[in-house]
Nanobody
Framework: QKQLVESGGGLVQAGGSLRLSCAAS?????MGWFRQAPGKEREFVAS????????DYADSVKGRFIISRDNAKNTVDLQMNSLKPEDTAVYYC???????????????WGQGTQVTVSS
């Protein structure tokens, strides 16, 4: 059973930055970040292949967020810059065998970490 543990969430003012990190047991998985705001469905944020050669971003975060991974440490990070109040959500790390931007394609999920952006 693959385990994922997120860290790095918190409260930040609009325009600020946060860096989320996900520690995964094992490797060789596609990794993704998703988020869910209150009353809304879980949505895709970013994804990265095992090699790191391919990444994808939701239009809403493109140019502001950067996903990266360190396979030697089995971690995947999400650098979030120029944060907006609408970025407020619980952020989840996910792992899967097939590269996808869809939550249903991911097999393992972390417990989530809260990100709150104040205006």
């Amino acid at each position: 059973q693959k385990q994922l543990v997120e860290s790095g969430g918190g409260l930040v003012q609009a325009g600020g930055s946060l860096r989320l990190s996900c520690a995964a047991s094992g490797s060789s998985y596609v990794m993704g970040w998703f988020r869910q705001a209150p009353g809304k469905e879980r949505e895709f944020v970013a994804s990265i292949t095992w090699s790191g050669g391919i990444t994808d971003y939701a239009d809403s975060v493109k140019g502001r967020f950067i996903i990266s991974r360190d396979n030697a440490k089995n971690t995947v990070d999400l650098q979030m810059n120029s944060l907006k109040p609408e970025d407020t959500a619980v952020y989840y790390c996910a792992a899967g065998r097939r590269y996808s931007v869809y939550a249903r394609s991911y097999d393992y999920w972390g417990q989530g970490t809260q990100v709150t952006v104040s205006s």
